[in-house]
């Protein structure tokens, strides 16, 4: 009875393993040599430098920057179980409420999406946040890209920030950027 049971187990874990669709995500091995060979992505006329990665997240800063001590970011997130850019800013939205942060979701009909836009505050900055997405035609899933810029605030003000329309509409028309596959 156990074989028996043993076999069904393993029969039905095989079959599953056939019938499992294969998400797509970053390679680990090709993110640790763009970290090494320091591979980059342009924006803004900078070169952005790979510097942290998962398998649906890479994150690149500029030269002079780091992971831990960063004034402007890029990222490029895989929304691989979502089909529409709907979908995935839904999936963007819904972390924003439940982290209760005020967002403002914009249409741009010029350039033909739609995008969101979010400050995080800090004591000593203020963070802008902005993402748009791309739904690949070659791929089930969905390419987030988001600009993240610091602005340091001086006597409680943030210096800079009154430019940060001009920071998103920069990257807004930034069509594509480059990424680690």
Same mark, same amino acid.
């Given at each position: 009875?156990?074989?028996?049971?043993?076999?069904?187990?393993?029969?039905?874990?095989?079959?599953?393993?056939?019938?499992?669709?294969?998400?797509? &995500?970053?390679?680990?091995?090709?993110?640790?040599?763009?970290? /090494?060979?320091?591979?980059?992505?342009?924006?803004?006329?900078?070169?952005?430098?790979?510097?942290?990665? %998962?398998?649906?997240?890479?994150?690149?800063?500029?030269?002079?920057?780091?992971?831990?001590?960063?004034?402007?970011?890029?990222?490029?997130?895989?929304?691989?179980?979502? %089909? &529409?850019? %709907?979908?995935?800013?839904?999936?963007?939205?819904?972390?924003?409420?439940?982290?209760?942060?005020?967002?403002? #979701?914009?249409?741009? /009909?010029?350039?033909?999406?739609?995008?969101?836009?979010?400050?995080?505050? %800090?004591?000593?900055?203020?963070?802008?946040? #902005?993402?748009?997405?791309? =739904?690949? &035609?070659?791929?089930?899933?969905?390419?987030?890209?988001?600009?993240?810029? =610091?602005?340091?605030?001086?006597?409680?003000?943030?210096?800079?920030?009154?430019? =940060?329309?001009?920071?998103?509409?920069?990257?807004?028309?930034?069509?594509?950027?480059?990424?680690?596959?």
């Amino acid at each position: 009875m156990k074989k028996v049971l043993l076999s069904c187990v393993l029969a039905v874990g095989l079959l599953a393993g056939c019938v499992q669709q294969k998400v797509s &995500s970053f390679s680990s091995v090709s993110q640790q040599i763009a970290f /090494k060979q320091s591979a980059f992505t342009t924006f803004d006329n900078r070169a952005y430098l790979f510097v942290y990665g %998962t398998p649906t997240l890479n994150e690149y800063v500029p030269r002079g920057e780091d992971i831990s001590n960063w004034q402007n970011l890029l990222a490029v997130e895989l929304f691989p179980d979502y %089909t &529409s850019i %709907t979908e995935a800013l839904n999936a963007v939205i819904f972390d924003l409420n439940e982290q209760q942060i005020s967002y403002q #979701v914009l249409e741009n /009909k010029a350039l033909g999406m739609t995008s969101i836009n979010y400050v995080l505050q %800090t004591p000593t900055a203020a963070e802008l946040n #902005v993402w748009k997405f791309e =739904k690949p &035609s070659n791929w089930r899933g969905v390419i987030g890209y988001r600009m993240a810029k =610091k602005f340091q605030k001086v006597g409680g003000i943030a210096q800079g920030f009154e430019n =940060k329309q001009y920071y998103i509409n920069q990257f807004l028309r930034t069509r594509t950027i480059n990424f680690i596959h």
